[in-house]
């Protein structure tokens, strides 16, 4: 489940609410995904909240594994993915031209600097 969205904030948080609603049961793809979590939804909740103002708000998915994925892509060679699970982590991947990057940061009050930066890198 996805919903693309333009870049206010409200409309990301109001698409964030609509699939947490929809995908927060037991096997809501019918191929046996795992509920989304209440702690998945409020940290992205967080997440995007924290976004600088500068960075557009990204496509929000369902994980089968019951979190929440925030996708940035401008076209095939310019992606950057970041995966929440409500256990304060953000795993992320992103393709920048020939270079492939990957990693986990820990989220505290503010968005690792190491997102931030992958996705300035995204749209500069």
Known sequence: VSMTLGLPLDEALASLRGIYRECSREDWDGYG??????????????????????IHMPEITAEPTGGIGLEWYRDKSQVF?????GKH??????????????????????LPLMIIEHLRRLYS
Request: hydrophobic share 40%; charged share 20%.
């Open 81 to 85: 993915v970041i995966s929440i699970d």
């Open 89 to 110: 982590r953000i795993a992320y991947a992103g393709i920048f031209g020939t270079n492939k990057i990957h990693g986990t940061e820990h989220l505290e009050e503010t």
């Open 33 to 54: 995904a795992a509920a989304i979590t209440y702690d998945a939804y409020r940290e992205a909740e967080k997440v995007l909240q924290l976004m600088p103002s500068s």
